[in-house]
């Protein structure tokens, strides 16, 4: 089955700095890769994903980049703001045709600090 | 619209008792996956229906647990006896059921602790 890792498990970085997460998985039919956010308390949210046929996405702030080839795929967070402290996680979904589970990472707790 | 939403967000029970979970998943959504993540781990797949039908149950850890989504709407996880490493949060999500909606909506999870 898949497997995901997910780097550094807590990552501190001031307010207005750049902060990145990596994964890499280990199934290379593997197609889509989503992120999720986990605010204290709350549920873990989509902000971003990519699908296996797209080697990067931007959204405002926040990046996503796929390398297949290395089986690797990062989160990039560019001018850091202290909402963005949160548990992140990054997840793979094979590619069965239909729907089907995610297999995630063990998780990056961010801390922006003022 | 309202997101998926789970019953009770926190339990704790002792050894040996039993615990059932509820999801009620987005309006819609035929696809419903039960998650769990135990103390500083991975959120760790444990199944997937596809309306009632459970498609894939392989994340399930043994038959002290079981789940139902009768009538393809709600869905409910049981554990019964529950053990001292059952304790996590257990997550519900929901999809709408196009190939390619691949979008997992998360609940707010149940926290179980078992004493």
Redesign the interface.
């Known amino acids: 089955g898949e497997n995901?890792e997910?780097h550094p498990s807590t990552l501190s970085v001031q307010e207005g700095d750049s902060a990145v997460i990596k994964c890499t998985y280990s199934d290379s039919a593997s197609n889509?890769f989503?992120w999720?956010k986990q605010e204290l308390g709350?549920?873990?949210?989509?902000i971003i994903?990519i699908r296996s046929n797209v080697g990067e996405k931007k959204d405002q702030r926040i990046a996503v980049t796929l390398n297949k080839t290395a089986k690797h795929f990062s989160l990039h967070i560019t001018e850091t703001q202290p909402e963005d402290s949160a548990v992140y996680?990054c997840?793979a979904?094979l590619n069965t045709?239909?729907?089907?589970?995610?297999?995630?990472?063990?998780?990056t707790r961010l801390q922006v600090t003022l | 619209e309202a997101g998926v939403t789970q019953f009770p967000s926190h339990s704790v029970i002792e050894k040996g008792q039993t615990v059932t979970l509820r999801c009620d998943p987005i309006s819609g959504h035929d696809n419903l996956y039960w998650y769990r993540r135990v103390m500083g781990k991975e959120i760790k797949f444990l199944l997937h229906f596809v309306k009632e039908s459970k498609q894939d149950e392989s994340g399930m850890p043994n038959n002290r647990f079981l789940a139902e989504r009768t009538g393809g709407t709600y869905s409910t996880l049981k554990v019964q006896p529950a053990e001292l490493e059952d304790s996590g949060v257990y997550f519900c999500a929901s999809s709408y059921k196009g190939r390619f909606q691949e979008t997992q909506y998360f609940g707010p999870g149940t926290r179980l602790l078992v004493l």
Do not use: E, N
């Open positions: 995901v997910q889509y989503p999720y709350k549920r873990p949210q989509l994903d996680f997840a979904r045709g239909t729907a089907s589970k995610l297999t995630f990472g063990t998780g």
